[in-house]
């Protein structure tokens, strides 16, 4: 799978540029808000769930992770390097073997975890969680990434059951400065080779934003936020 970079508004490419006391601001802790009993065991039931989703698509045992798809027909699955949302059966079908016959991955290693859910119906859940992954396409050097995934879930008979699917990258100068930050820049070449990194992001960005936003932004020079 090739991971696709979505532009998002240029204000969170800004931020990247700011000094760190100005970053502070904008800066959210990881702390758990207080959770039932309920959703507590509901996560642990779509933790337990993941576990056995992760052996299977590490072994690449795409019978085994489709049949733990509920089998309505008509599951929605949003990877991030798809440029669209896939509807039913057979688009999934075509992603988990999309030249059949033809070997493309060498191997991946998805890892699940920091499992959220809550219940939408006694029967239906909702989940957030985390997904790294290393991944190593034929032919190619290995990669990382990660993920943050929402996903649906539904109880059967036979447990928990996904049907919809989406993952939610973070914005590419989020997640471009948080690598540079887990593998810093040693070398003057890297230090240049990242300083690029970051003009391109911000110059794409900027280079993306719509021909109408100036006048977005003018008829609403006056309007205060609300809260």
Do not use: C
């Amino acid at each position: 799978m090739i991971k696709h970079l979505r532009n998002k508004p240029a204000l969170i490419f800004a931020l990247m540029l700011l000094p760190i006391s100005v970053l502070a601001d904008y800066h959210y802790t990881t702390e758990a808000n207080v959770v039932t009993n309920s959703d507590e065991q509901l996560a642990a039931e779509i933790t337990a769930f993941l576990a056995d989703y992760e052996q299977a698509y590490n072994n690449q045992d795409y019978k085994t992770v489709k049949s733990m798809w509920h089998d309505d027909g008509n599951p929605i699955y949003m990877a991030e390097e798809v440029p669209f949302p896939l509807y039913g059966q057979d688009r999934i079908n075509n992603y988990f073997n999309p030249r059949p016959g033809k070997r493309i991955l060498d191997g991946i290693d998805n890892k699940y975890s920091k499992v959220r859910a809550k219940y939408l119906t006694p029967e239906i859940a909702v989940a957030t969680y985390r997904l790294d992954y290393d991944i190593k396409l034929t032919g190619m050097v290995a990669m990382h990434g990660w993920d943050r995934v929402m996903a649906v879930f539904i109880k059967t008979n036979a447990g928990w059951k996904l049907t919809a699917y989406t993952e939610a990258p973070m914005g590419p100068a989020t997640m471009v400065r948080k690598m540079m930050k887990a593998t810093p820049a040693v070398t003057e070449e890297e230090k240049a080779d990242y300083a690029t990194t970051r003009r391109t992001i911000k110059s794409l960005a900027e280079s993306s934003v719509s021909p109408e936003f100036d006048e977005f932004l003018e008829a609403r020079k006056d309007l205060a936020p609300t809260h």
